[in-house]
């Protein structure tokens, strides 16, 4: 983007967004007076993104930040436009998958706000189920190929080049760093649980991961598909 080029991030790559290595100077933190709650509750998330800079240089390691998802977000707003992203999930998921329900996507202000993609996409278990499953057989719905069966690939294998990490690969966490199990993980203890291997998908709801860790909760699910995976007496 032509605006953020002065602003050091001309070398910085959707890639680099996508891996959470861009070097942006954005700290996930819910201080109160942080950039967070300001991206949460604030009603320009452009002009917010447009003012960010760098921490380091793009490419040299991994830490996870909401404003790469937002960039991410607005990159994928302009080259969509006039079409929204909620307006391109419904044609391009939602619909396909014969979701249950409505989704409901945040919006930075009413009416014509930008999609908060750094979080807040609300759906009932059954409808993110369906999403794990999209990805389990390999981006194919029913007959119909929703998702590049490559790009399904390249998403959830471990890769740690350019600085990235084997925990995160492009927008899944990885529950370990030797298996093929991939897992979304919401800010407040929401998880889709996917294991192509097994063939199983756990998705865990909520508004709050109670008194475990992230890495509890990993050994958690992991323990229930070892449960579910065992043989019958």
Known sequence: MLELKANGFDEVTLEHLLQMTSGM?????????GIYP???????????????????????YFE??????????????RALSPMTITEYMQTRIWGPLGMEYDGMWSIDREPDGLEKTFCCLAAPARDYAKLGRLYLDGGNWNGEQIVSREW???????????GSSWEYQYQWWMPD????????????????????????????????GGNLKSDDWKDLLASILAEVRRPSR
Not at 38 to 60: A, Q, W
């Open 25 to 33: 100077d954005y700290t996930e933190s819910d201080n109160p007076f």
């Open 38 to 60: 300001r991206f949460y509750y604030g009603d320009n998330l452009e002009e917010m993104l447009l003012e960010m800079g760098l921490r380091h240089s793009p490419g040299k």
């Open 64 to 77: 996870y930040k909401s404003g790469d998802n937002q960039l991410l977000g607005l990159i994928l707003s």
């Open 152 to 162: 399904v690939r390249k998403s959830t294998r471990l890769d740690i080049s350019d």
């Open 177 to 208: 760093a030797y298996g093929s199990d991939f897992m979304a993980a919401g800010h407040l203890g929401q998880y889709v649980y996917v294991s192509p291997r097994h063939k199983v998908i756990i998705v865990r709801p909520g508004k709050s």
